[in-house]
């Protein structure tokens, strides 16, 4: 019995000197790994960006400039833009774009209020038209302008241009024979080209509704009631005029005037002062630019003699537009507006 006593004791002691080294303090528990995951904020960037360029649709368009014919694939957003005119300077910043523009060239008229300060924030290249050294120096990757803009006396040919991975871009609606709907297809191009398409559907369904309230205004017109109307651009032995064609057309017929020159199918044309007389408009529009401004031009008309019995001169009914106004563009709904005043100056007052 005493035995088996000592070994119950001994078994007792084992126990617990077992039990006191599993819970010294000098050991450490096992620590669990956790799997720390990326927060939102610092999701991959990179893969960010990816997906973004992913989501960019490209765009195809083919042009004929100077007897060649180009393909131009836009296959990102360009980041530096460059515009050789007025219409298209606008048009950028009417699409909010000044912070992806490198470079202007080419006023004919002060810029749109409205566009002042983001203009001044971009470099301008050149009064006219810039060296190809000066436009190459500013490592565009989108050049858009009049069609004389792409050619080596004046600037680079597209082909130069594409070589040097520049994308040419051709307004649809600088053509002899578009309208007020070739700008919002433009602005449409555009705005996908840059990929803010949001902004694009924003502008033209303001121009819309400008367009609407100035029609809404003169009301119904019969085409034999409509204003005569002479567009005068330039010329002195020989009248440079606004035909029937184009974008500067059309903005007179949606001012409800009729062009006396409407029949020709082209944006201007030149005609004989035999002409304008035959045709006896009731409104002279002057287009103002370049060196011979408005008021030289206004003092030679009423000082024509083959027109001083015109009923638009004795009646000295004439207005004045910008050539910026009657390009394609964000101007359009304002040059509708003024020749509409002109026009049918009853109607505004």
Same mark, same amino acid.
């Given at each position: 019995?005493?035995k088996?006593s000592? %070994?119950?004791m001994?078994?007792?002691?084992?126990?617990?000197?077992f039990? *006191?080294?599993?819970?010294n303090?000098n050991?450490?528990p !096992?620590?669990e790994?956790?799997?720390?995951?990326?927060?939102?904020e610092?999701?991959?960037?990179?893969?960010t960006?990816?997906e973004e360029?992913?989501?960019y649709?490209?765009s195809t368009?083919?042009y004929? %400039?100077h007897?060649e014919k180009y393909?131009?694939?836009f296959?990102?957003?360009?980041?530096?833009a460059? @515009?050789l005119?007025q219409f298209m300077t606008? $048009?950028l910043?009417a699409?909010?774009?000044e912070e992806?523009?490198?470079g202007t060239? /080419?006023m004919d008229?002060? +810029? /749109?209020?409205?566009?002042?300060?983001? =203009?001044?924030?971009?470099?301008?290249?050149?009064?006219? /038209?810039?060296?190809k #050294? !000066?436009?190459f120096s500013v490592?565009?990757?989108?050049v858009?302008?009049?069609?004389?803009?792409f050619?080596?006396?004046r600037v680079a040919?597209a082909?130069e241009? $594409?070589?040097?991975?520049?994308?040419p =871009?051709l307004?649809?609606?600088?053509g002899?024979?578009e309208?007020?709907?070739a700008?919002y297809q433009?602005?449409?191009?555009?705005? &996908?080209?840059f990929a803010v398409?949001?902004?694009g559907?924003?502008?033209?369904?303001?121009m819309?509704?400008?367009v609407k309230?100035?029609?809404?205004?003169? *009301?119904e017109v019969p #085409?034999?009631k409509?204003?005569?109307v002479f567009a005068?651009?330039?010329?002195?032995n020989?009248?440079?005029?606004v035909a029937? *064609?184009g %974008?500067s057309?059309? %903005?007179?017929? $949606?001012?409800?005037g009729?062009n006396i020159?409407?029949?020709i199918?082209? *944006? =201007?044309?030149t005609v004989?002062?035999?002409e304008?007389?035959?045709?006896?408009?009731?409104?002279?529009?002057?287009?103002? =630019?370049?060196? @011979?401004? /408005?008021?030289?031009k206004?003092?030679?008309?009423k000082g024509?003699?083959?027109?001083?019995?015109?009923k638009a001169?004795k009646?000295?009914?004439?207005v004045?537009i910008g050539?910026?106004d009657m390009s394609?563009? +964000?101007r359009?709904t304002?040059a509708i507006?003024?020749?509409? &005043?002109?026009f049918y100056p009853?109607?505004?007052?």
């Amino acid at each position: 019995m005493k035995k088996l006593s000592f %070994i119950m004791m001994l078994i007792l002691v084992l126990s617990l000197a077992f039990a *006191g080294c599993a819970n010294n303090d000098n050991s450490k528990p !096992v620590e669990e790994t956790k799997v720390v995951e990326p927060s939102k904020e610092e999701a991959p960037k990179e893969e960010t960006k990816v997906e973004e360029e992913n989501k960019y649709e490209s765009s195809t368009f083919n042009y004929e %400039i100077h007897g060649e014919k180009y393909e131009v694939v836009f296959e990102k957003a360009p980041e530096r833009a460059v @515009t050789l005119s007025q219409f298209m300077t606008e $048009m950028l910043l009417a699409l909010g774009l000044e912070e992806r523009m490198v470079g202007t060239a /080419y006023m004919d008229n002060e +810029i /749109y209020p409205e566009f002042k300060e983001a =203009y001044e924030s971009i470099k301008v290249l050149s009064d006219k /038209y810039p060296s190809k #050294e !000066v436009l190459f120096s500013v490592e565009p990757d989108f050049v858009s302008g009049w069609t004389s803009a792409f050619n080596e006396k004046r600037v680079a040919s597209a082909t130069e241009m $594409m070589e040097n991975g520049i994308h040419p =871009y051709l307004a649809t609606s600088i053509g002899g024979n578009e309208s007020l709907e070739a700008v919002y297809q433009d602005f449409r191009d555009l705005a &996908k080209i840059f990929a803010v398409e949001e902004k694009g559907e924003e502008v033209i369904n303001k121009m819309k509704t400008e367009v609407k309230a100035i029609q809404d205004k003169i *009301g119904e017109v019969p #085409e034999d009631k409509m204003v005569k109307v002479f567009a005068f651009d330039s010329g002195e032995n020989e009248p440079f005029v606004v035909a029937g *064609g184009g %974008i500067s057309g059309d %903005i007179i017929r $949606m001012a409800k005037g009729k062009n006396i020159f409407g029949e020709i199918e082209k *944006g =201007y044309a030149t005609v004989s002062w035999e002409e304008v007389v035959a045709k006896d408009p009731d409104v002279i529009v002057i287009v103002d =630019y370049g060196n @011979t401004d /408005y008021e030289t031009k206004l003092n030679f008309l009423k000082g024509h003699a083959a027109l001083k019995d015109v009923k638009a001169v004795k009646e000295e009914r004439f207005v004045k537009i910008g050539l910026a106004d009657m390009s394609p563009g +964000i101007r359009n709904t304002k040059a509708i507006e003024e020749l509409a &005043k002109g026009f049918y100056p009853e109607k505004f007052e």
